[in-house]
């Protein structure tokens, strides 16, 4: 391929006595005329090459029906009114839906009848606890800048001016619906030039005034920049303010808790653990912690004496990871080898009663009415099962189906197997293994291995449309459940963080490597595909083992660790990786770091990145230069290709700008590896 030109600057900063050159570092301004041009180039080269693709119009029909099969979400119960999303075959985006206590529905937000281009997203919503209000947030363009607005349920009339600077801003109500708490960034004129993302604050707004002038700031000043803060408050006495504060994604925080009943004041009641308390409609304090419990404990005290807590649910062998508490009973969702098991418990004093059998091999979560009440709701899906949402009854113990996604029947059999191998240090990594139900496979297939590893996220099953389409069209897709997750709790996330973050990429190593050994794969037919810190995952792997893979998918990737915290979120993941003002811990982020370990003459995979013009989170930086590094070193005719896209960033999407990106990338991937879909 003819690649555009790209100018190779002679940068070399020296950080800590190293030399680290960075020879595109004019590619970091996205508004340089030069930037500009490369990107036009870039544009025409990969645009007519992925639109050629043999098996694009194959997985484009394929998957406009895979992700034509909706969604439906567990409820959220405010009184007898009822709450919860749904996507309909055909929609671009979920709908909020309202189901009055008579069982009649109406739609209350549909993003698309907001904007029939299908740019805005509904990013978080919260109805008061009387079930008359709704906050809701939206943004546009992928930019996750949410303004904050409240409608009057009955007469869908606005009730309040938006406010913005809400990105990612919990809202809590208070009784009565005449106020609530939520977080909002200072305006840019109060915070340094450069930091506008960050220098969060907690505050009480009354519906009506003015949020810049008669918005109460309670709490954040003086903390550090990055700050994120969760809230909870007590219902239905309103009483207990609850604050958590984190340092970026880091896993330890600070508890505050207020009695606004009382002098309002909030106080600390932990510091720097790794606790997540919230307060029950029963008057206590839960607390989940991993603190001497790595897979998890659960806690409870009384919010007038936090410190004398009492062990309801100790550690067990599997991962504590969800609880929703009833009013006799609690539903505790167990990680057990990355496969839900749901256990029923008393609430008083913690004892097992039993199991919900589970459509499956899945993932589970569970919910109940903020009173309590008698009933759980389960959330289930697995590789094949598009999600499906049960009802307990804690009484008699009945499970029965309370709502499924739409279409669903779409789905042929997936059929999925777990198996472990050893990663380079010997620790046991388990993996799904996924292939069309039928008879064994004939020796090695076009396969695609995925991961992530990081942030404490684990990859549990999960329905996958393009997985699926891969599958059925002759293809193995391999999901490896890599250290740095919360696959077996915080001791497994910790052990691929920071200075064991080459841990992961090991994981993600041996996970090839046994495909291959195993005859599902050969290194000729093995792809790998990552997004976010699974792009990181995915460029460590095509730079440390560039023979391993036939092609690679990379979206929206973190890649230049040395300066990853200069855009976007960055400097909130300090606690993942690492700082590189560190000289201890830049030596971890370099001696990784994808973008610094490209050499000239390799013969490097086939690689696709896909970046979004729109992205806040990760900036699509990383992806440029890494592109424009691999078009000058590749030692081969394996194309190495940039896809972007406006007005979408790091998160959500309608349906058919996913299924073009989709499609793109398994015809990508299937050009390379050897899959006809149509033969």
Not at 237 to 255: E, H, I, K
Not at 374 to 399: K, N, P, Q, R
Not at 416 to 433: H, L, N
Not at 559 to 588: C, I, Q, S
């Amino acid at each position: 391929m003819r690649y555009p030109d790209a100018l190779r600057e002679a940068i070399v900063d020296t950080l800590h006595g190293v030399e680290v050159a960075d020879p595109y570092r004019w590619l970091e301004d996205p508004a340089s005329p030069a930037t500009q041009a490369w990107l036009d180039a870039e544009d025409a080269l990969a645009q007519p090459y992925l639109a050629g693709l043999k098996a694009r119009g194959h997985f484009r029909r394929r998957l406009g029906e895979l992700l034509q099969v909706g969604l439906i979400t567990p409820p959220v119960w405010r009184g007898q009114r009822c709450f919860f999303m749904r996507r309909e075959p055909g929609q671009e985006h979920a709908v909020l839906v309202l189901r009055e206590p008579d069982g009649a529905e109406r739609t209350l937000l549909d993003p698309m009848a907001i904007d029939p281009a299908g740019l805005t997203t509904l990013d978080a919503w919260a109805p008061s606890y009387e079930g008359d209000l709704l906050a809701y947030q939206l943004s546009t363009g992928g930019d996750e800048e949410s303004l904050l607005r409240v409608v009057d349920i009955a007469s869908g009339e606005l009730v309040d001016e938006p406010i913005d600077r809400l990105r990612y801003s919990p809202v809590e109500w208070a009784p009565g619906g005449a106020e609530l708490y939520y977080v909002r960034r200072l305006a840019p004129g109060r915070v340094p030039a450069g930091e506008e993302s960050y220098h969060r604050r907690v505050y009480r707004h009354r519906l009506g005034s003015d949020p810049e002038a008669a918005d109460v700031e309670l709490f954040g000043e003086g903390l550090d920049k990055t700050n994120y803060y969760s809230l909870d408050l007590s219902w239905p006495d309103g009483r207990w303010l609850l604050v958590r504060a984190q340092q970026g994604t880091s896993p330890y925080g600070d508890s505050y808790l207020a009695d606004l009943h009382g002098d309002g004041r909030l106080r600390e009641i932990e510091h720097q653990t790794l606790t997540d308390p919230w307060l029950g409609s029963d008057g206590r304090l839960y607390v989940f912690t991993n603190e001497g419990a790595p897979r998890g404990r659960l806690d409870f005290a009384d919010p007038e004496q936090p410190a004398g807590r009492t062990t309801l649910i100790p550690e067990g062998d599997g991962v504590l990871q969800g609880i929703a508490v009833a009013a006799d009973h609690m539903a505790v969702v167990w990680l057990e080898d990355c496969i839900s098991r749901v256990e029923i418990r008393d609430r008083e004093t913690g004892a097992p009663t039993g199991d919900v059998p589970l459509p499956g091999l899945g993932a589970a979560g569970v919910s109940t009415r903020p009173d309590g009440g008698g009933c759980a709701w389960i959330s289930y899906t697995d590789y094949g099962d598009a999600g499906s949402v049960f009802e307990y009854d804690f009484g008699s113990g009945e499970l029965t189906l309370w709502g499924r996604a739409p279409g669903a029947d779409l789905v042929d059999s997936v059929q999925a197997r777990q198996v472990f191998f050893p990663s380079r240090d010997g620790t046991r990594i388990p993996m799904f293994v996924l292939a069309k139900a039928g008879p064994e496979r004939g020796g090695p297939a076009p396969t695609i291995l995925t991961g992530y590893g990081g942030f404490n996220n684990p990859l549990l099953p999960a329905y996958n449309a393009a997985a699926i389409a891969w599958i059925e069209a002759g293809g193995v897709f391999a999901v490896a459940n890599l250290r740095g997750g919360s696959e077996y709790g915080e001791a497994w996330h910790q052990a691929g963080m920071r200075e064991n973050k080459q841990n992961v990429f090991d994981d993600f190593i041996a996970a090839g490597e046994w495909l291959i050994a195993n005859g599902f794969a050969a290194s000729t037919s093995l792809g790998i595909s990552g997004g976010s810190n699974g792009g990181l995952l995915v460029g460590a792997a095509l730079t440390q083992r560039p023979d391993l893979v036939r092609s690679v998918m990379c979206s929206a990737p973190l890649l230049d660790m040395v300066r990853y915290e200069k855009f976007g979120l960055g400097a909130t993941w300090n606690h993942e990786y690492g700082r590189a003002d560190d000289p201890t811990e830049f030596g971890w982020l370099y001696a990784y770091s994808p973008y610094h370990h490209v050499r000239q003459g390799v013969e490097y995979p086939a690689v696709l990145f896909t970046l979004f013009d729109s992205d806040t989170r990760v900036d699509p930086m990383h992806g440029r230069k890494m592109c424009a590094a691999l078009q000058w070193a590749t030692a081969t005719d394996r194309p190495v290709l940039l896809r972007r896209e406006t007005d979408v960033g790091h998160g959500p999407r309608s349906v058919s700008r996913t299924a073009d990106l989709q499609a793109d990338v398994l015809a990508f991937h299937a050009e390379q590896l050897g899959l006809r879909p149509d033969e």
